[in-house]
């Protein structure tokens, strides 16, 4: 990280992740995990390590970032986007 600030790495066609506030956020890290509350209600957890994302932003957008395998059970509506390997 070098002393900066982490980035997540953009997706196309994602909701935008929460936005920050350094002065007013509750940042945690630990253990390879970044956990980010937004002081607007926004939330993220992100492995350092893989890149793998679980967010949900202050408009309840929630956004997945896998970067290995993914399961996901869902019993409303769902909408993916998928950039390669099986999809069944």
């Known amino acids: 990280m070098g002393g900066g600030a982490y980035e997540s ?3 196309g066609g994602a909701p935008p992740l929460p936005a920050l506030s350094p002065t007013k956020d509750f940042v945690y890290k630990r253990n390879n995990l970044l956990v980010i509350h937004t002081a607007g209600g926004g939330v993220s957890i992100t492995n350092m390590a893989s890149g ?6 202050e408009a309840g957008d929630v956004f997945h970032h896998a970067t290995e ?3 996901l059970n869902v019993g409303g509506q ?3 986007k ?3 390997g099986n999809y069944l």
């Open 78 to 80: 769902n909408n993916d």
């Open 52 to 57: 793998a994302c679980i967010a949900m932003n």
């Open 82 to 84: 998928v950039s390669g």
């Open 69 to 71: 395998d993914f399961f």
């Open 9 to 11: 790495p953009a997706v």
